[in-house]
């Protein structure tokens, strides 16, 4: 029971962070790089970073952000809970 009960949770943290991926490559990577590095747009890299999912829900309630934060807060608005956490993930492993 216990052995199945793993499995699915596993089979959970794959999904999310393939989801991760995705959700990255379409919606995030245009300004920050596909591999985090880019600081062209944002003026630093995402790559190294930590605490991605608290900045994230930072944009999402106006408590975190700089002077460009809007354009993070657009880029957030149609992503839910899960989509965050995924994307927030996949970005902490970037180096
Ligand atoms: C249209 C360009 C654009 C897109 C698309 C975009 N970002 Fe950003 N991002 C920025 C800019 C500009 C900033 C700096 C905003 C500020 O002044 O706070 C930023 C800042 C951030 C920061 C904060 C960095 C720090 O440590 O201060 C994180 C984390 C981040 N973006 C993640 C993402 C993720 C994840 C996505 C995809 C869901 C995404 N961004 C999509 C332009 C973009």
């Given at each position: 029971?216990?052995?199945?009960v793993?499995a699915?949770l596993?089979?959970?943290?794959?999904?999310?962070?393939?989801?991760?991926m995705?959700?990255?490559?379409?919606k995030?990577?245009?300004c920050?790089?596909?591999?985090?590095?880019?600081?062209?747009?944002?003026?630093?890299?995402?790559?190294?970073?930590?605490?991605?999912?608290?900045?994230?829900?930072g944009?999402?309630?106006g408590?975190?952000g700089?002077?460009?934060?809007?354009?993070?807060?657009?880029?957030?608005?149609d992503?839910?809970?899960?989509?965050?956490?995924?994307?927030?993930?996949y970005?902490?492993?970037l180096?």
């Open positions: 029971m216990n052995r199945i793993f699915l596993m089979g959970g943290t794959v999904l999310s962070a393939s989801q991760g995705k959700i990255y490559g379409a995030c990577a245009e920050h790089g596909g591999d985090g590095k880019d600081v062209s747009v944002a003026g630093k890299p995402l790559a190294g970073a930590k605490g991605t999912l608290a900045k994230l829900s944009y999402k309630n408590t975190f700089g002077e460009q934060k809007a354009t993070m807060q657009a880029s957030l608005a992503l839910s809970d899960a989509d965050l956490k995924a994307v927030a993930d970005v902490d492993t180096k």
